[in-house]
Nanobody, 124 residues
Framework: QVQLVEFGGGLVQAGGSLRLSCAAS????????MGWFRQAPGKEREFAAT????????YYADSVKGRFTISRDNAKNTVYLQMNSLKPEDTAVYYC?????????????????WGQGTQVTVSS
């Protein structure tokens, strides 16, 4: 089992930045692809960014490309999501997820473990 806990959410004005962190504990190793997903009120959970186990491969949703950066520190069992130029439409609960012994993926159904989420609110 792997436990994931997200940190760093909050309230920010449009154009501002936030950095989310996701700390993994339990059965941790570097053999997990990680992803960030988000869910706005009344909407389905959607993909934001993903990174493979080594950190050498990343992929972003078109809606965040060029503004968000996913990275990881395997020594700290932590994955990050740097969010810049935030927009009100980025408001959502952000979840990190881990995919065991597999590559990066944008499909939430392919992830094995999920955190509880952290709220990000962007005011206009």
């Amino acid at each position: 089992q792997v436990q994931l806990v997200e940190f760093g959410g909050g309230l920010v004005q449009a154009g501002g930045s936030l950095r989310l962190s996701c700390a993994a504990s339990g059965r941790t190793s570097s053999s997990y692809a990680m992803g960030w997903f988000r869910q706005a009120p009344g909407k389905e959970r959607e993909f934001a960014a993903t990174i493979n186990w080594s950190g050498g491969s990343t992929y972003y949703a078109d809606s965040v490309k060029g503004r968000f950066t996913i990275s990881r520190d395997n020594a700290k069992n932590t994955v990050y999501l740097q969010m810049n130029s935030l927009k009100p439409e980025d408001t959502a609960v952000y979840y990190c997820a881990a995919r065991y012994l597999s590559g990066a993926s944008s499909r939430p159904q392919e992830y094995d473990y999920w955190g509880q989420g952290t709220q990000v609110t962007v005011s206009s």
